[in-house]
């Protein structure tokens, strides 16, 4: 009986093991399925423009400090304007690129990042709109000049996990939940199957007499004779 109940319980711990390996598989699947995206990104620094004189380069680094010059040469940077000739440069739909550019705190750094469906794509696109926005965004801005500190240059980054540790991660992790269930819902039967056990032992066997009966039977045992009275005649 025991080693029924020992091989019954390693196959449910197995099975659903084995469930929840293949749910962590499919899981991994669904998750990196998705289309990957990949991101472009380029950082530029506001300086003061060739016109500034030397002896005035001290007020306009000043300006720059403050941080509002970068802040709207940032919001030009980002405007969704130059999308349409990245897409056409880049021989993709407008809505598959996303831009976004934002200055960098307490610095004259501006980030842009361009996101699209291929690292190839993301390079060209970000080229475009830096080509086309620079200048305008440093115009804006005041007598400023815009200039690279590092370029897309192919550099294009995927965004989407890791397959092989989405699938390790997640396949692990089934594997464990489903062994933990198992062995779960084996203790329980084992349960059942004890208590089971003990009622057919206990009705086998009769019922025991209670302690009340007991002690009923003992004084029953051991109680004196009544006096007979004697009658005179």
């Known amino acids: 009986m025991s080693s029924t109940l020992l091989a019954r319980t390693r196959l449910m711990v197995i099975v659903l093991a084995a469930v929840g390996l293949l749910a962590g598989v499919f899981a991994a699947a669904a998750f990196t399925g998705r289309g990957e995206r990949f ?3 380029a950082t530029l620094a ?3 423009g060739p016109e500034v004189p030397l002896d005035q380069a001290s007020n306009f680094w000043e300006v720059l400090n403050r941080g ?3 802040r709207s040469a940032a919001i030009v940077l980002g405007n969704d304007r130059w999308l349409d000739a990245a897409a056409s440069t880049a021989g993709v739909p407008k ?3 996303t831009l976004a550019a934002g200055a960098l705190p307490d610095t ?3 980030t842009v990042t361009m996101q699209a469906n291929s690292a190839n794509v993301a390079d060209v696109a970000l080229e475009s709109v830096l080509t086309s926005s620079s200048d305008v965004a440093a115009t804006v801005s005041g007598p400023f000049k815009l200039e690279s500190i590092t370029s897309p240059d192919g550099g294009a980054q995927s965004m989407s996990p890791d397959r ?6 997640l396949g692990i992790a ?3 939940i489903g062994a933990g269930a198992g062995l779960l819902v084996s203790r329980a039967a084992r349960g059942r199957s004890a208590r089971r056990t003990d009622d057919a032992s206990q009705s086998e066997s009769g019922p025991i007499a209670s302690t009340e009966d007991i002690d009923l039977g003992y004084q ?3 109680a004196e004779p009544a006096p007979v009275e004697t009658q005179l005649r």
């Open 39 to 41: 991101t472009a990104e």
């Open 46 to 48: 506001m300086l003061p």
């Open 68 to 70: 509002q010059a970068t």
């Open 95 to 97: 809505s598959e690129l």
């Open 108 to 110: 004259t750094l501006i």
């Open 164 to 169: 092989m540790q989405m699938f390790g991660a």
């Open 174 to 176: 089934g594997l464990s």
């Open 220 to 222: 029953a045992r051991h």
